[in-house]
């Protein structure tokens, strides 16, 4: 199932352009864990999974990536406004 889900989304990259490094795979893994979930991941969420995970990806790594996904059109980006009560 690992071998499958790793080839899917090296498949989904390439066909955005991107070439399929591990930093990409791992963000592209967390973000695939709840594709089917109403979740909303921050860049700081996605590096603190990635750190339970064992991972070794930088923050600065983590949106460098969601800045390139959300060029190539695999994420939104949204900006959640915390209001002030």
């Known amino acids: 199932m690992i071998i499958i889900l790793k080839n899917v989304l090296n498949f989904e990259l390439k066909k955005t352009g991107l070439k399929a490094t591990t930093p990409r795979i791992k ?19 996605i590096y603190k999974e990635l750190i339970q995970m064992g991972e070794n990806i930088g923050l ?24 002030s009560v």
């Open 60 to 83: 600065a790594s983590v949106y460098r990536v969601l800045t390139q996904f959300e060029s190539a059109g695999i994420v939104k980006k949204h900006n959640f406004e915390e209001s």
């Open 27 to 45: 963000i592209m893994e967390v973000l695939a864990s709840t594709a089917y979930q109403d979740v909303h991941f921050s860049a700081e969420d």
